[in-house]
């Protein structure tokens, strides 16, 4: 990972705290119920929202620094955060009996961890081939990042067109290329 500005640290620092007092407090002040007290409800709503926002902004604050080859680090610094959060929070409602907003935050969680995964999560390629034969740009995927052919031209190649030896593909993130893998004819042993 790049390393932040000192600025960014302390930002850094300052939402981690209020990402984990939010998710507390949108709890604890939404257990009781509307119709006694709204105010508590509206203002646990908001703290929600408040938990949401922080979230994002950390994860684009972390994006811009993120060079792609240590997605562990900033997992476990997400996992971290997320499980600090949510254990008192989910005891809490445990002890209240509240299975309907534990559910809420059960997909709250789920939500966080697949955004997580899907931005700094380990770079997952496919090809889509269950035949012999030839290879199309179409059938190389990948869930989280961009995937490109560049002919021995150097043109880019459509999805339409073959892979040949001598081609270049190219996966990408955010426009910053990850990997280049040269295509090489593979001769058969027999």
Known sequence: MRKLKFYEKI???CLTVLFVASFFFSISF?????????????????SMGINIGIFFWTLKILKRHYDYRN???????????IAVSAAPTLELLRFNNDWMYMAVYFTL?????????????????????????????????SSNGDIKVRGKNKKMKSAMERVSVGD???V?????EILTLDVIKNAKKA
Do not use: C, Q, W
């Open 109 to 141: 969680i789920a939500l966080y961890v697949y955004m997580v995964n899907k931005e700094f999560g380990r770079l997952s390629i496919r090809i889509n081939k269950d035949h012999n034969g030839d290879l199309y740009v179409g059938d190389l995927y």
């Open 11 to 13: 930002l850094m620092l």
């Open 172 to 176: 990408s993130r955010e426009g910053e």
């Open 168 to 170: 270049v593909i190219i």
């Open 30 to 46: 939404s257990l009781k119920p509307i119709e006694e007290d709204p105010r508590l409800f509206i203002a646990g709503m908001v």
């Open 71 to 81: 997605h562990k680090g900033i997992r476990i610094y997400y996992y971290t955060i």
